[in-house]
């Protein structure tokens, strides 16, 4: 694939702290709630658990190393913040920050932007054991917490991410048990949703009233792009993408999502001046792209307390359709075309935000192999495929007018991959969890070759 990318498009990889850092119990860091989550019996795949994960804590400068092998522009990756705020005393962990320091400060030596997510889901446990992102003082402690890391490396971060997909946040997270914590709420997931707008504000400000201009501002969120009949996408646009988008960048919820959650949610948490605080000046808006869905109206009561791994409180309704093969190792349907339909939809309803891929990668069935020189290869030509058919999509949306800035492949290592633990590898880097080592896979090689071609 011919690399035709403008010269100041930003290709980048992207991890989470929880997912690959391990070292849970060391230099002040407290249980979040992926923790307490990933060790109660039957809640993830296997019993697996983030312990050790890969182990990035101990070996970040390897980790790095093949960032600047691989010749990235920016490397997103998610600060822990039980590493930071270890306690509810709001007394910053300096082991923490000093981490943290080192990974951005290599970055720059390596000419690498850092690409900070301040919330990727790991919160921690002393906040969910006081109600966690049911409980808006979540949103004010988060909104300390980024004035914390801001005023330690705001001078050096290139963007900073408030929330990791605050669709899976709330909704699989309280609403269903697929997530930590896994309250499996239903519509009781709908302060979570607020409190969570309202975190992404409070956090934007904060950082800005340190940084000021210095750095650029942004959110990622994941928005499932739906086929099939009109009321039923309708309906989970408004849940799952509206919800979000429109308190984010308009400062307000859509009339219709409060219409069609009468009876199950009288949004009373709603406080004065939140959509407000929420409603903050962001310089990028983060797009997650995999695959998706097809959906159609059901006869089933609407509203029912259901739960389950596609499903929205509100939305229980829908009946959730095969999708076209081929898939990948998480069952999720290739579709390109998929990715550029959604970044002209959200330029064509939000066109004052500039926009990124910030996730967009497959699972595969990796297999390692010894070649007879006794180096190690993983030959994995699907994923490569895969990864050429969204640069074609997301460049011709580029050049039909969306004003996209970059692509963030996912993810630079295999990885804990939440509740499927182990048994999924997204990783452009293979990692031997028994030793782990690593082995750049074919997929590593080729995006290497497509950065370094470009212009």
């Not at 900073?160 to 899976?168: D, I, M």
């Not at 409060?258 to 929420?278: H, M, R, V, Y």
Request: one cysteine or more; aromatic letters at 12%.
């Amino acid at each position: 694939m011919e690399n035709t990318f403008p010269k100041d498009f930003v290709f980048g990889t992207a991890t989470a702290a929880y997912q690959i850092e391990g070292a849970v119990n060391e230099d002040g860091r407290c249980p979040s709630i992926w923790d307490t989550f990933s060790h109660t019996p039957g809640a993830t795949f296997a019993g697996d658990t983030g312990d050790v994960a890969t182990d990035s804590y101990h070996r970040w400068r390897e980790d790095l190393a093949l960032l600047n092998d691989l010749g990235v522009d920016a490397y997103r990756f998610s600060i822990a913040m039980p590493r930071i705020m270890p306690t509810p005393n709001g007394i910053p962990n300096a082991k923490g920050l000093d981490f943290y320091e080192r990974i951005v400060d290599t970055l720059l030596e390596y000419g690498i932007k850092p690409v900070v997510t301040l919330y990727h889901w790991d919160l921690p446990q002393y906040l969910e054991d006081a109600g966690g992102w049911l409980n808006r003082v979540t949103s004010y402690a988060l909104g300390d917490y980024a004035a914390v890391v801001a005023k330690r490396l705001g001078d050096r971060v290139d963007t900073w991410t408030t929330l990791n997909e605050p669709w899976c946040a709330s909704y699989l997270s309280y609403g269903a048990k697929e997530q930590a914590p896994g309250l499996g709420l239903g519509p009781g997931a709908f302060p979570a949703v607020h409190h969570l707008n309202l975190a992404h504000g409070l956090m934007v400000q904060a950082v800005r009233g340190i940084v000021g201009d210095k750095s650029k501002y942004s959110v990622t969120l994941n928005m499932p792009f739906n086929r099939g009949d009109a009321d039923a996408c309708h309906r989970l646009d408004l849940i799952a993408n509206r919800a979000f988008l429109d308190p984010m960048l308009r400062g307000r919820y859509p009339d219709e999502l409060f219409a069609i959650t009468k009876g199950i949610c009288d949004w009373s948490f709603i406080q004065p001046g939140d959509l407000e605080n929420a409603h903050q000046p962001i310089d990028l808006l983060g797009v997650h792209y995999y695959s998706t869905n097809r959906v159609a109206m059901s006869d089933r009561p609407q509203f029912p307390q259901e739960t389950g791994p596609s499903t929205c409180p509100g939305a229980s309704d829908i009946d959730w359709l095969p999708t076209d093969g081929p898939h990948t190792d998480m069952g999720w349907n290739i579709d390109p075309q998929g990715l550029y339909d959604t970044l002209m939809r959200v330029h064509d309803r939000y066109p004052e935000v500039d926009l990124v891929i910030t996730e967009n990668g497959m699972a595969c069935r990796d297999q390692l192999v010894v070649n007879e020189d006794g180096t190690k290869a993983v030959h994995d030509a699907d994923r490569i495929d895969y990864l050429e058919r969204h640069f074609a999509a997301a460049k011709r949306a580029l050049d039909d007018g969306v004003p996209l800035s970059g692509y963030f492949v996912w993810s630079l290592l295999d990885n804990f991959e939440w509740y499927f633990g182990y048994a999924k590898r997204f990783g452009i880097t293979y990692v031997d969890y028994a030793t782990q080592e690593r082995t750049k896979k074919d997929s590593f090689l080729w995006y290497r070759d497509f950065i370094a071609s470009r212009g």
